[in-house]
């Protein structure tokens, strides 16, 4: 099955869900989410050839409705994959890394169209890849030589049907991957970006 016709018959169901279980219907809900991320870095003109890296992002969510307005806020929690591989001097260098992020977004719901934006703070969890210096040779190196923490901000859209939503969202990372001064010569001023499409279920 094509996914556009999947994700049809999945808006179909989920509009037949009962009004209780809308994630629209101004009461506090917890929730899962669960998709697909893809990213890259940005932010250096000595990268070249810059290639994301396509992976998972899942974790829960609260989502806690600001009096009677359409605004809501909504914590999360979630597990995301990150990296890319680009090219310094002549020679390829790759980095694979994976976050437990804490975004906190302002919503805004208008019938079934959800709008949201905030900051978020990322952890590191582990991370490996090469880097290579000028004359090409490796370097190795773990989470221990990276920056601990990314600091960042996100927007995003979706679609909000019964208990059911798919949304897109994009962020961008405000701290150079790059940790120690070795890494930082070697990796410059690269920050995280990334964007993820995933299904949202509201209990």
Same mark, same amino acid.
């Given at each position: 099955?094509?996914?556009?016709?999947?994700?049809?018959?999945?808006?179909?169901?989920?509009?037949?869900?009962?009004?209780?279980?809308?994630?629209?219907?101004?009461?506090?809900?917890?929730?899962?989410?669960?998709?697909?991320?893809?990213?890259?870095?940005?932010?250096?003109?000595?990268?070249?050839?810059?290639?994301?890296?396509?992976?998972?992002?899942?974790?829960?969510?609260?989502?806690?409705?600001?009096?009677? $307005? &359409?605004?809501?806020?909504?914590?999360?929690?979630?597990?995301?994959?990150?990296?890319?591989?680009?090219?310094?001097?002549?020679?390829? $260098?790759?980095?694979?890394?994976?976050?437990?992020?804490?975004?906190?977004?302002?919503?805004?719901?208008? $019938?079934?169209?959800?709008?949201?934006?905030?900051?978020?703070?990322?952890?590191?969890?582990?991370?490996?890849?090469?880097?290579?210096?000028?004359?090409?040779?490796?370097? &190795?190196?773990?989470?221990?030589?990276?920056?601990?923490?990314?600091?960042?901000?996100?927007?995003?859209?979706?679609?909000?049907?019964?208990?059911?939503?798919?949304?897109?969202?994009?962020?961008?990372?405000?701290?150079?991957?790059?940790?120690?001064?070795?890494?930082?010569?070697?990796?410059?001023?690269?920050? &995280?970006?990334?964007?993820?499409?995933?299904?949202?279920?509201?209990?």
């Amino acid at each position: 099955m094509k996914l556009h016709s999947f994700i049809l018959l999945l808006f179909l169901g989920a509009s037949a869900l009962p009004l209780h279980a809308q994630m629209t219907d101004g009461k506090l809900r917890f929730g899962l989410r669960l998709g697909v991320t893809g990213s890259n870095l940005y932010d250096d003109a000595k990268a070249q050839d810059r290639n994301g890296r396509v992976g998972l992002l899942g974790g829960a969510f609260v989502k806690i409705p600001l009096g009677n $307005s &359409n605004f809501s806020l909504r914590p999360e929690v979630l597990y995301a994959t990150k990296g890319a591989t680009f090219k310094r001097d002549s020679f390829i $260098s790759s980095i694979k890394s994976s976050y437990i992020e804490v975004p906190l977004s302002l919503e805004y719901n208008l $019938s079934i169209v959800n709008l949201h934006a905030g900051l978020n703070a990322s952890l590191l969890a582990n991370a490996n890849g090469e880097f290579k210096d000028e004359q090409g040779n490796p370097i &190795n190196f773990d989470k221990e030589d990276l920056e601990k923490l990314d600091l960042g901000w996100h927007l995003g859209a979706g679609l909000d049907l019964g208990n059911i939503g798919l949304h897109l969202r994009i962020n961008r990372g405000l701290k150079n991957v790059g940790g120690g001064q070795t890494l930082s010569g070697l990796v410059g001023d690269l920050k &995280n970006s990334a964007w993820s499409l995933t299904l949202v279920y509201g209990f």
